[in-house]
């Protein structure tokens, strides 16, 4: 029996033949064991892997659904702003909470300073939201309640099995790019979301410029709340802010995160220790560190980062913070190219480099160049 | 013949249009409720294709995710579960070929172990031919294990399957094909006395 023929025996058992082939199978089974036998087999090797049985984690079925949930939360607003109040009627009754929560986040810092008031924060609708960039929005890409597990090596690309989701390669052909899938969130489940997380954020506003790419992510993960807050107290020193610039952004930048980071006190909250205004704080680090945990599997994914970084650069009045946003944006152009080598994504990862190296207020040029130097032999 | 219906763990259930249109309408517990049914099946698609657990946690949620923003495109007269479970597979077989996921290498085995309950086939291939079988599945292209997981598992059609991976129907046959040939080929030894044993026992 020939390959051809036992190829048309397979799709004979999935019934994917055509009426006249079919009846061409069916007669020459009738007078061949052999035939039979392999198509028994075949079958029993369907039924035989069908069976075979799938073994998840104890308990993990048990809050799938709930972490799923907690993904949709930001991206509630797949609904657009026609059906919002619809929405905003069907969250749960603790969500209102959680708002007051990030209400109170965002005022303190503001009251404090006895600055502007929060109202900007608030009245983001979801009709401003869909022309802003989702850079400042951007959910993090970490599922709730299960931390990475392990630190990476720098030059290593992140594992797969890291539990952050990433956004893989597109379904084919149906899906816009990352950035503009993302509207962005209300302010209830961005406070929901970050509650996990709290007490890592004194860490990360900025690295200095030595660090590598990853290691921020790793202290994300690894660190404790002593060198966190060691670390919040480092960083706030190098970040004075300049109050006045500060401002500025604030009123110039329409978006609520934007906002409720110029307009926290990192000076004070980071002198404070973490725990006197986490809130100011975790609001200000938000966007740093979402940016952080992103780490896509696909090249669309990762020039959807480098997008963000550079969004965020361009509002960040910190020199030392949009530095490092910018470097951050050369390290996704360059992982966008590392993803799926494609040569335009090398280009533009040269191009990105290239043009820090240009600036004159570039920080961290010999980090830039090394990327810039290993960069042949990774893909 | 071979084939056993799949399994109704995920199964439609009477209201499941009602809890679709409560989802499009932003019903984020409706959908949660559409997640809980189909979450098996769903993360059994990908494990079965990426073979690891944290990936296939990782395809699961982002499948569901994927279909709640798409929920609009959704036809609700249509079962959820193998739109649901073609978007997982796209996902999966985008992962495992993912430059990334080839420089780490494929995770070998053990992604499926015997468990304590077996399935009607499992009381007739004993412990031994489940796990060369699982290997000879694991040692499968990761294309092949695709469309053979989206044949064998989900039963889907050759058209869906296409669709599902982005090939033609005519791949998907010769895929299939291969891919069943080389795992009757592992599985043959045992295959032998459980027919035997079967044909003894069902009639």
Known sequence: VSAHERERLSAYLDGELAPAERATVETHLAGCPECNAFLAELAAVDEAAAALPVDAPEGYFDTFPARVRARLQPAGSRVRARTAALQVRSVPAWTWAVAAALLLAVITPLTLRQARPAAPAQETRPSDVSSAPAAIVMPPRQKLGVEPAEPKAPAAPPPASRPRPSPPAAVRGSERPLAMQRPAPTAAPEARRDQPTEGRFAAEPAAPPQRSEFALAREQTAADAETEGAAGGAVGGVLSPDSANRDKVERTAPRAAVAAEAASPMTSAASAGHEATPAGLKAQADSFRRLEAVRPRSAAGWRSVREQWKALAATETDPVRADEARVRAVIAAREAWRAEGDVDDEAAFRAEALSYLRRGDARQKPRVEALLGEAPRTP | ?203
């Open chain 2, 1 to 203: 013949m071979g084939h056993s219906a799949h399994p109704p763990q995920a199964g439609a259930g009477p209201d499941e249009p009602f809890l679709l249109a409560r989802a499009r309408q932003g019903d984020l517990a409706a959908f949660e409720e559409v997640v809980r049914r189909y979450q098996h099946r769903v993360y059994g698609v990908a494990l079965r294709i990426v073979r690891a657990h944290d990936v296939a946690d990782d395809v699961a949620q982002e499948a569901f995710v994927r279909a709640w923003r798409s929920l609009d495109r959704f036809d609700l007269g249509r079962p959820f579960g193998p739109w649901v479970c073609r978007i997982a597979a796209n996902l999966a077989v985008n992962h495992v070929r993912s430059p990334r996921a080839r420089e780490e290498g494929l995770p070998d085995g053990h992604a499926e172990t015997p468990s304590a309950d077996p399935g009607p086939l499992g009381a007739i291939l004993d412990a031994e031919a489940k796990r060369v079988l699982d290997e000879a599945v694991a040692g499968l292209g990761p294309e092949q294990r695709a469309v053979f997981v989206l044949r064998a598992v989900e039963e889907m059609s050759y058209e869906e399957i296409a669709e599902a991976l982005g090939i033609s129907p005519g791949t998907v046959m010769s895929r299939l094909f291969r891919a069943r040939e080389r795992l009757a080929r592992a599985l043959r030894p045992y295959l032998g006395a459980a027919s035997v044993r079967r044909k003894a026992g069902t009639s």
